[in-house]
């Protein structure tokens, strides 16, 4: 059984364009991380985000966390071919530190 | 933040074999995690790898499959055994504690191939 929903699951956008990545459930997390993982690496955390509610700002990527502590969102505004990658919800359930992933959003972006 | 390397970094095995893959931290943390990539798909935990006692596996996992070890706390291994096709995956263990504080920093994994 799959905790966390992603969608998409594949996005190719051109250069400059904004999106926006979801990540649900229909359980509460006390906390949930953003990853992203290159081709041959492990996934590199981008931000946590633990208050209902709350907005993290980082560069051009925004997170927000659900006022439910079920469900965030990753939008990237203008992104860059540098931003290609998989991207990956994973959120804590009480007190532990054990991950529940996602399934992963795909990302391209072309020139 | 907290540097691991794991070994191999990737290898091509025999159905029937066993591998160890080795997870080393460059500081003592607090905790050691192992999951599996499975091509296409997201991260699914292993096991959580205890320092001085045996490890606690998740729901589908067992210790005859996949014994795991951690005898300080820097360094844990994990064993895939008797491997068949259905084992082909990427392995990542992870950590927390230690100069990363809370932060859950993954190794570069190592990528199985079983013929």
């Known amino acids: 059984t799959q905790l966390l929903e992603q969608s998409p699951q594949f996005l190719s956008i051109q250069e400059g364009e904004n999106l926006t990545v979801y990540c649900n459930s229909s359980?509460?997390?006390?906390?949930l991380q953003w990853y992203r993982q290159e081709p041959g690496e492990g996934p590199v955390l981008l931000v946590t985000?633990?208050?209902?509610?709350e907005v993290k700002k980082l560069k051009r990527l925004t997170f927000q966390f659900g006022d439910a502590r079920k469900d965030s969102s990753l939008h990237i505004t203008a992104a860059q071919p540098g931003d290609t990658g998989l991207y990956l919800c994973a959120g804590v359930r009480g007190s532990g530190y054990a991950l529940n992933f996602g399934k992963g959003t795909s990302l391209l972006v072309t020139p | 933040s907290a540097v691991i390397s794991q070994k191999p970094s990737r290898d091509i095995c025999q159905r029937g074999t066993s591998l160890t893959i080795q997870c080393q931290v460059d500081?003592?943390?607090?905790?050691m995690f192992w999951y599996r990539q499975q091509p296409g798909q997201s991260l699914t935990l292993i096991a959580t790898a205890n320092q001085g006692s045996e490890a606690t596996y998740e729901s589908g996992f067992v210790i005859d499959k996949f014994p795991i070890s951690r005898p300080n706390l820097t360094f844990s291994t994990l064993t895939v055994s008797n491997m068949s096709p259905e084992d082909s995956s990427i392995y990542l263990c992870?950590?927390?504690?230690?100069?990363?504080?809370?932060?859950?920093?993954f190794g570069p994994g190592t990528r199985l191939t079983v013929l």
């Open positions: 359980s509460v997390f006390s906390s």
């Open positions: 985000v633990v208050t209902g509610g």
């Open positions: 500081s003592q943390v607090t905790m």
């Open positions: 992870s950590v927390v504690g230690g100069r990363g504080a809370d932060t859950q920093y």
